[in-house]
Nanobody
Framework: VQLQASRGGLVQPGGSLRLSCVAS????????IGWFRQAPGKEREEVSC????????AYADSVKGRFTIARDNAKNTVYLQMNSLNSEDTAVYYC??????????WGKGTQVTVSS
């Protein structure tokens, strides 16, 4: 059972990057899914999530309008499309999948650095 995150990378300010997490050993469609991030010296922040019950999405104010979360149940994958990146988006990003009973699977963090 694991969530395998794609590699992050170095992106210039204003650029875009898409992160993905592929689930193996379990079916994502039975889970709420989302992304957290943690920047050095800052608290962990939930960036975005998709509800299991109705598929609704939610975003942190800091990324609203720039980031888009999506799931592809056929590919057992969750995506985070990040546009208009800025230095404040530099962080380690973690995907997660959470069942109703609270069982949560985490992907390994992937570093995203926004810098010129």
């Amino acid at each position: 059972v694991q969530l395998q995150a794609s590699r992050g990378g170095l992106v210039q300010p204003g650029g875009s990057l898409r992160l993905s997490c592929v689930a193996s050993g379990f079916a994502l469609n039975y889970y709420a899914i989302g992304w957290f991030r943690q920047a050095p010296g800052k608290e962990r922040e939930e960036v975005s999530c998709i509800s299991l019950s109705d598929g609704s999405t939610a975003y942190a104010d800091s990324v609203k309008g720039r980031f888009t979360i999506a799931r592809d149940n056929a590919k057992n994958t969750v995506y985070l499309q990040m546009n208009s990146l800025n230095s404040e988006d530099t962080a380690v990003y973690y995907c997660y999948a959470r069942r109703v009973n609270g069982v949560t699977h985490w992907g390994k963090g992937t570093q995203v650095t926004v810098s010129s």
